[in-house]
């Protein structure tokens, strides 16, 4: 039986520490730019493009990784 700790992160290439930093450091920019899209809809003059950045940055990284794993998983010989 898989070990439910480790076989995702396993799938994508990871350790589950690596795993674990990554994902919390992905949850804590979305909270983040959520909390500050809130924030824009009582008050929008502030933080008129944080919410729009930080979903580029996010979806940006999230690419790199997909690109990543998917190439170690399906390398072209």
Same mark, same amino acid.
């Given at each position: ?6 076989? %995702? ?12 930093? *990554?994902? /919390?450091?992905?949850?804590?920019? !979305? ?8 924030? %824009? ?12 950045? *930080?979903? /580029?940055?996010?979806?940006?990284? !999230? ?15």
């Amino acid at each position: 039986m898989a070990n439910p700790f480790t076989r %995702h992160p396993r799938q994508v290439g990871e350790s589950y520490a690596q795993h674990l930093v *990554t994902a /919390a450091g992905f949850g804590a920019l !979305m909270m983040l730019g959520g909390l500050c899209v809130i924030v %824009h809809a009582l008050f929008p003059f502030l933080f008129e493009h944080t919410g729009s950045r *930080t979903m /580029a940055k996010l979806h940006k990284r !999230m690419s790199k990784r997909v690109d990543r794993v998917n190439w170690e998983r399906h390398p072209i010989i």
